[in-house]
């Protein structure tokens, strides 16, 4: 009587690690075996409703709501034969944010950016600002100004949805800031004075040059004056910084008519009279005598 070997195959042992960071695990089942073959397939049950796998790679990755499930792996053999169900418990924790922002201070204002803060497993709810000096803010990106000048640790916080927080901090000096410049001024730097005579009257002129601070001519300026006989009149200068201005109908009786600039206005400079001045010494800078011809 001859006896017949039957060739059994030997089911296959599943096996698996699981490692989660916040809501994401990977799960490994590579240490799963078969002593007659080989592993073709991974199924994966998560336990909370969702499925993984059905093919030969022993790694999946799979992310959580916070909570504890049951996961299982089951494998099945280059025979057809599967495995056990192996499970494993697992509490999946909410991972916390990650506060980081950066600050850039120019005097007494700091503009602050959060935007590289961050949540592993959700988003970020809210972002609180304290500035050390006790003010607070919520915003993501914004400037902030201090009231005095000196070194404060600024802190950002920030919270995911459910509310865990985490913080950053970083230290500024603010400063106040320097005054800005002076701006450019101007003056009258020549005054010249003419006489006209007719039958029963006569005409004064003056002619008006105004200078920058390098003694140039300052074109475009509105010059503004009076007359000794309350009357005034306005010109603006040309390239070569002068004006004319004149009246007429001064009464042959009166021998000098005087004129007095009160005003100069330009978009870019200032009027600086304390800078007048005559290098013919027809006038002071200011005043000027026409005498009847």
């Not at 030997?10 to 096996?15: E, K, M, N, R």
């Not at 034969?81 to 991972?95: G, I, Y």
């Not at 459910?162 to 410049?181: D, H, K, L, R, W």
């Not at 001024?185 to 200078?211: C, E, N, P, Q, Y």
Request: with cysteine.
């Amino acid at each position: 009587m001859t006896r017949r070997r039957l060739n059994t195959n030997v089911p296959p042992v599943a096996s698996f690690t699981v490692a989660c960071n916040g809501g994401t695990c990977t799960f490994d089942g590579s240490g799963s075996a078969d002593s007659d073959g080989t592993i073709n397939q991974y199924v994966w049950s998560f336990g909370d409703g969702n499925y993984g796998g059905y093919d030969a790679s022993p790694i999946f990755t799979h992310t959580y709501a916070t909570g504890t499930y049951t996961a299982s792996l089951a494998v099945t053999d280059s025979g057809g034969r599967e495995s056990t169900p192996r499970q494993q418990t697992l509490t999946v924790a909410n991972a916390l944010p990650v506060a980081s922002f950066t600050i850039t201070c120019t005097g007494l204002t700091c503009d602050y950016d959060a935007s590289a803060s961050s949540d592993p497993d959700g988003t970020i709810s809210w972002f609180s600002w304290s500035f050390g000096d006790g003010s607070y803010l919520r915003a993501r990106v914004g400037s902030y100004t201090y009231v005095a000048a000196g070194s404060y640790t600024v802190t950002l916080t920030v919270a995911d949805v459910a509310n865990q927080t985490s913080t950053a901090s970083q230290t500024v000096t603010v400063v106040v800031p320097p005054p800005p410049p002076p701006p450019p001024t101007m003056h009258v730097g020549d005054l010249d004075g003419t006489g006209a005579t007719l039958r029963k009257s006569w005409t004064a002129t003056v002619t008006i040059g105004l200078h920058v601070e390098s003694h140039g001519p300052a074109d475009g300026v509105t010059v503004s004056g009076a007359w000794n006989d309350g009357s005034s009149g306005t010109c603006t200068t040309d390239s070569a910084g002068r004006c004319r201005l004149s009246r007429s109908g001064i009464p042959r009786t009166a021998r000098t008519a005087s004129f007095t600039v009160t005003s100069a206005n330009h978009s870019l400079f200032v009027f600086k009279p304390a800078g007048n001045h005559d290098p013919d010494r027809d006038s002071n800078g200011t005043t000027i005598t026409v005498k009847r011809q």
